[in-house]
């Protein structure tokens, strides 16, 4: 090195960007530490999902990485409902383990839901038909068709999945409605299926569906109890919209 001429400059490689983990976060943005504090309702969406994947990619928090998975499926939980082991494993920062774990968690939900507080399942008002058959039909990408058999009190002795797919008039065949009844003797059946779009606004189809059953329901001395169409945090009765149920009395 001649006088006058600076040494050079040492070679540092540049930091590559740790993984955060919530332990790690400033304390008033940690889930866990505000579960404690204040309940698990007090959580966002993301702040709950944060708490069970646990780490973020490299140089961005957990809950900044679990705030960009709620918005790939539209911001809420019944598009991370709908998502799948493929879909999540797309998200930078989701591997296979935390894809699994946020599935498993989303499959527990489910099965929360389904589960009766005690002894079985009475079905007095259409918004109990929507607590039994909700879980089941909420956040599928495909239309489905489910039969609640219900005993003389109304109370829930079995679900069947009767058909996948296109539900209307002319694929669904009435023996396939009524055969799990039949087989059990049991005086009444109430229905539901979903539209995948969200929209539980009931088709042509859903109302002449409806109708024809009711037919055959009298005929075979079976009360057909209601017909619920589910949707995106919504469902209809259509009982209670008097569409494709002859009024009482004169069936």
């Not at 055969?179 to 299926?193: D, G, T």
């Not at 779009?197 to 569906?209: E, F, N, Q, R, V």
């Not at 059953?213 to 209670?240: F, K, P, T, V």
């Amino acid at each position: 090195m001649t006088r006058g001429e600076l040494p050079a400059a040492p070679d540092f490689e540049p930091l590559a960007p740790r993984t955060l983990r919530i332990r790690e976060l400033p304390s008033d943005e940690r889930p866990r530490e505000k579960l404690q504090a204040r309940g698990a309702s007090a959580l966002s969406d993301a702040e709950l999902l944060a708490i069970l994947v646990n780490t973020g990619p490299p140089g961005e928090s957990v809950t900044s990485m679990c705030q960009r998975i709620m918005g790939e499926f539209g911001g809420d939980l019944y598009g991370l409902m709908r998502s799948d082991l493929d879909a999540l494993v797309k998200i930078r920062g989701v591997g296979p383990a935390k894809a699994v774990t946020i599935l498993a968690a989303i499959e527990l939900g489910r099965r929360i839901a389904q589960v009766a507080p005690s002894g079985r399942q009475q079905v007095r008002t259409p918004e109990d038909l929507a607590r039994i058959f909700e879980p089941r039909l909420l956040a599928l990408d495909h239309e489905e068709l489910w039969v609640a058999v219900l005993d003389t009190k109304h109370q829930l002795e079995r679900l069947v999945s009767v058909y996948q797919g296109s539900v209307n008039s002319a694929q669904v065949r009435t023996a396939e409605i009524f055969k799990e009844a039949v087989r059990a003797n049991a005086p009444a059946i109430a229905l539901a299926h979903n539209h995948p779009s969200g929209d539980p606004t009931p088709s042509a189809d859903d109302i002449a569906l409806t109708a024809n059953l009711e037919r055959a329901a009298a005929i075979l001395d079976i009360e057909l109890l209601d017909h619920l169409i589910i949707g995106q945090g919504r469902w209809l009765s259509l009982r209670r919209l008097g569409l494709g149920f002859a009024p009482k009395g004169t069936r």
